[in-house]
């Protein structure tokens, strides 16, 4: 109990830190010493973080400690403005998606919320969920993303 309290302390002051690369720079320091029972309040300080590359930095970090709580991570990752950032945030967090029980129920949520995306957008973060893709489906469930992005575009 001792240890969760030193732990405590340290991320309840990533939180109140103003300055985010300090705030991402103590929860990436925190990420593999936190306890399942803290990785909330860790995904939402870094939920806080406002610059996009530092959320996902953070997410990243985050990502393999993040298996109960990896349905707000993924929307943590969605919320993302910046391309490339939210692409590499998806990335790793789509190599923990390919384990968790629930992984096709997020994996149609995550569909639901991408369906809204711009096309642009929408094929960065395919790109970056590949390894979903061929986890739910197989090389057969990629060829098939592929042709349907592809007949989309004759549309």
């Not at 929860?27 to 610059?51: F, G, R, S």
């Not at 109960?68 to 993924?74: H, I, R, S, T, Y």
């Not at 590949?130 to 004759?154: H, P, W, Y």
Request: aromatic share 4%; proline share 4%.
């Amino acid at each position: 109990m001792q240890s969760i309290k030193k732990l405590n302390l340290p991320l309840e002051a990533a939180q109140i830190v103003k300055d985010e690369d300090e705030r991402v720079k103590i929860l990436i320091a925190l990420a593999n010493k936190l306890p399942q029972n803290l990785l909330p309040i860790a995904l939402e300080a870094t939920q806080a973080i406002k610059d996009d590359f530092s959320r996902a930095q953070a997410l990243t970090v985050l990502a393999s400690k993040l298996p109960e709580v990896l349905p707000k991570a993924l929307e943590a990752a969605q919320a993302i403005k910046d391309d490339f950032s939210r692409a590499q945030a998806l990335a790793a967090l789509a190599l923990h998606l390919v384990n968790a029980s629930n992984c096709f129920n997020v994996w149609k949520s995550l569909m639901h919320f991408l369906s809204y995306r711009t096309r642009p957008n929408l094929l960065s973060d395919i790109a970056a969920l590949n390894l979903v893709i061929s986890a739910l489906g197989d090389e057969a469930a990629i060829t098939e993303t592929a042709q349907a992005i592809q007949d989309v575009t004759k549309w």
